[in-house]
């Protein structure tokens, strides 16, 4: 996202300093600016504190919260939560998707019901899961599960199938066997795409896993927001949206990460990113 | 169209497989109510308006808060691709706002609109926004150089150049931007609904539930289901029949 600022190599080193210090400060100048509206407006009387919580009320909470270990229990079980989920999906989710690109009757039972049940909002199903599994972690889980394996299913069977044919061919000449082929020609082949679609599934774990909670109460940072809510405490509210925020910010920066890691091999990784 | 039934055949055993369960009574009732069921509590609900009165307002919401987040999205999108001061106020902005998972908002929406319309049209807009203004910032952003240019050298002027260069050359990352946000609706939408509202498909879901009508809360969860996918499918047709000029 970041523009980069274009490179002159004659330039005097204290002016390069100048000008890195100058870009870093206009990164962060908006985000300074908004808090600091934020403050000001929480300040100014026109919004009760309802309405609006200062930001230092906010981090005061977020404060006492981490001192009492609320924090730390809410975000555990949220984290545990979309980390399981996530798990289930990446694998699960290559799983199908690699019988759906080998086995013509995988292909046949899977398809439709991907094609037809990617683009519905499955979160309509979660009072049904509750129905059948109750309130608790298997149901939340699930939720989660059937919210995000289609994106990795999806990426899974496009990726196999763009694989080149030549690499397999002359890998199958070499003599190498089905599972040579598999998990050294096509998976890492396939491997960037699939990355793709698991970056598409880890925010929809979180983004599911704060609904199921919100939904289903008990702890969790979801179920701590809507209690702060049911007593209409708003400062509770704000603490728990910054929690989440900082929880998702790092989440997708870490898989961006891993990503790199992962594909250090692939041209790509020359690339200049967006995420 | 006997290729079509055998593809979606898989989705006919499924149901079927669904009403034999519940027939012969595999599981309990209550937990999966017969397809057949489901069916007549659905035309029940259609017969006595319940479901066209809160899908109506379900569908109003929707449509509101896409609409905003497409207009205000789009803009803030190109204007970041095109003024590089807009760019440099936003970007980090966009960058801390888009990883936030926006289901977060829904208490917040709340507290500052209560629990009608506006709180939701709100979490729609500012769930859906920020899709389509990275779709939008990509695509202006790639917008071809050449015929930048070339627009220039012949004379345009700077909002002409946007509105005829720029913006037709953004618009396959703008729109796939938007189906992304379609989708994103149809989730926000149905999760603040079942968790604080008054009306619409969530609610409804959610009081049925509660009442322990559970083949008319099928009913309305596979309505919403379906919507969602149905209004997915017109969106790419639409796209492919606009922009048949770029294929």
């Given at each position: 996202m970041a523009h980069v600022a274009p490179a002159e190599t004659d330039e005097a080193p204290v002016l390069r300093l100048a000008r890195t210090l100058l870009w870093g400060f206009a990164r962060i100048f908006s985000v300074v600016l908004l808090l600091v509206v934020w403050e000001a407006l929480s300040r100014s009387?026109?919004?009760t504190p309802y309405q609006l919580p200062a930001p230092s009320a906010v981090l005061e909470r977020i404060w006492s919260d981490g001192v009492s270990g609320d924090l730390a229990i809410n975000t555990a079980l949220t984290l545990y939560r979309a980390l399981v989920s996530f798990a289930i999906c990446a694998v699960g989710g290559v799983l199908i998707g690699m019988a759906m690109t080998r086995s013509k009757i995988a292909n046949w039972f899977f398809d439709p019901i991907i094609s037809v049940g990617?683009?519905?909002?499955?979160?309509?199903f979660l009072p049904v899961v509750i129905l059948w599994l109750g309130v608790y972690d298997v149901s939340k889980i699930t939720i989660i599960v059937i919210d995000a394996i289609f994106p990795v299913i999806a990426a899974t069977v496009i990726a196999i199938q763009n694989v080149e044919r030549e690499f397999i061919w002359s890998a199958r000449n070499m003599g190498a066997t089905n599972r040579e082929v598999l998990t050294q020609i096509v998976l890492p082949a396939a491997m960037p795409q699939i990355m793709t679609g698991l970056q598409v599934a880890l925010p929809l774990t979180l983004i599911v896993a704060v609904v199921a909670e919100m939904l289903m109460g008990g702890y969790g940072l979801g179920g701590a927001m809507m209690t702060a809510s049911r007593f209409a405490n708003s400062t509770g509210v704000f603490a728990g949206i910054v929690e989440i925020a900082v929880i998702g910010y790092v989440m997708v920066k870490a898989m961006a990460m891993v990503r790199r890691r992962l594909l250090i091999?692939?041209?790509?990784?020359n690339d200049p990113t967006t995420a | 169209m006997t290729k079509a039934l055998i593809r979606y055949s898989p989705l006919l055993i499924l149901a079927i497989a669904w009403e034999l369960t519940a027939r012969l009574e595999l599981v309990s009732t209550t937990a999966l109510p017969p397809l057949s069921d489901v069916i007549a509590a659905w035309i029940d609900m259609i017969k006595d308006g319940e479901l066209i009165t809160n899908g109506a307002s379900s569908l109003y919401r929707a449509f509101a808060g896409l609409a905003l987040a497409i207009l205000i999205g789009g803009a803030l999108g190109i204007g970041m691709a095109w003024w590089k001061p807009v760019n440099v106020l936003l970007a980090p902005i966009v960058e801390i706002f888009?990883?936030?998972?926006?289901?977060?908002l829904i208490p917040v929406t709340v507290i500052w609109l209560?629990?009608?319309d506006g709180s939701k049209i709100l979490l729609i807009f500012l769930g859906c926004m920020l899709p389509v203004t990275i779709g939008a910032f990509n695509g202006a952003r790639a917008s071809e150089q050449v015929l930048v240019w070339s627009a220039r050298s012949m004379g345009a002027s700077k909002m002409r150049m946007l509105w005829d260069v720029v913006l037709p050359s953004a618009m396959p990352e703008l729109l796939n931007g938007v189906r992304t946000a379609l989708a994103l609706s149809f989730i926000l939408l149905v999760s603040s609904e079942l968790i604080?509202?008054?009306?619409g498909f969530g609610y409804l879901i959610g009081s049925l539930g509660a009442n322990g009508s559970y083949d008319a809360m099928y009913a309305v969860v596979l309505t919403v289901a379906f919507l969602g996918f149905a209004a997915d499918r017109l969106y790419l047709l639409i796209t492919r029949w606009t922009f048949a000029w770029r294929m």
């Amino acid at each position: 996202m970041a523009h980069v600022a274009p490179a002159e190599t004659d330039e005097a080193p204290v002016l390069r300093l100048a000008r890195t210090l100058l870009w870093g400060f206009a990164r962060i100048f908006s985000v300074v600016l908004l808090l600091v509206v934020w403050e000001a407006l929480s300040r100014s009387g026109k919004f009760t504190p309802y309405q609006l919580p200062a930001p230092s009320a906010v981090l005061e909470r977020i404060w006492s919260d981490g001192v009492s270990g609320d924090l730390a229990i809410n975000t555990a079980l949220t984290l545990y939560r979309a980390l399981v989920s996530f798990a289930i999906c990446a694998v699960g989710g290559v799983l199908i998707g690699m019988a759906m690109t080998r086995s013509k009757i995988a292909n046949w039972f899977f398809d439709p019901i991907i094609s037809v049940g990617f683009p519905m909002p499955k979160i309509a199903f979660l009072p049904v899961v509750i129905l059948w599994l109750g309130v608790y972690d298997v149901s939340k889980i699930t939720i989660i599960v059937i919210d995000a394996i289609f994106p990795v299913i999806a990426a899974t069977v496009i990726a196999i199938q763009n694989v080149e044919r030549e690499f397999i061919w002359s890998a199958r000449n070499m003599g190498a066997t089905n599972r040579e082929v598999l998990t050294q020609i096509v998976l890492p082949a396939a491997m960037p795409q699939i990355m793709t679609g698991l970056q598409v599934a880890l925010p929809l774990t979180l983004i599911v896993a704060v609904v199921a909670e919100m939904l289903m109460g008990g702890y969790g940072l979801g179920g701590a927001m809507m209690t702060a809510s049911r007593f209409a405490n708003s400062t509770g509210v704000f603490a728990g949206i910054v929690e989440i925020a900082v929880i998702g910010y790092v989440m997708v920066k870490a898989m961006a990460m891993v990503r790199r890691r992962l594909l250090i091999w692939h041209q790509e990784a020359n690339d200049p990113t967006t995420a | 169209m006997t290729k079509a039934l055998i593809r979606y055949s898989p989705l006919l055993i499924l149901a079927i497989a669904w009403e034999l369960t519940a027939r012969l009574e595999l599981v309990s009732t209550t937990a999966l109510p017969p397809l057949s069921d489901v069916i007549a509590a659905w035309i029940d609900m259609i017969k006595d308006g319940e479901l066209i009165t809160n899908g109506a307002s379900s569908l109003y919401r929707a449509f509101a808060g896409l609409a905003l987040a497409i207009l205000i999205g789009g803009a803030l999108g190109i204007g970041m691709a095109w003024w590089k001061p807009v760019n440099v106020l936003l970007a980090p902005i966009v960058e801390i706002f888009y990883p936030l998972p926006k289901s977060a908002l829904i208490p917040v929406t709340v507290i500052w609109l209560g629990f009608g319309d506006g709180s939701k049209i709100l979490l729609i807009f500012l769930g859906c926004m920020l899709p389509v203004t990275i779709g939008a910032f990509n695509g202006a952003r790639a917008s071809e150089q050449v015929l930048v240019w070339s627009a220039r050298s012949m004379g345009a002027s700077k909002m002409r150049m946007l509105w005829d260069v720029v913006l037709p050359s953004a618009m396959p990352e703008l729109l796939n931007g938007v189906r992304t946000a379609l989708a994103l609706s149809f989730i926000l939408l149905v999760s603040s609904e079942l968790i604080v509202a008054q009306k619409g498909f969530g609610y409804l879901i959610g009081s049925l539930g509660a009442n322990g009508s559970y083949d008319a809360m099928y009913a309305v969860v596979l309505t919403v289901a379906f919507l969602g996918f149905a209004a997915d499918r017109l969106y790419l047709l639409i796209t492919r029949w606009t922009f048949a000029w770029r294929m």
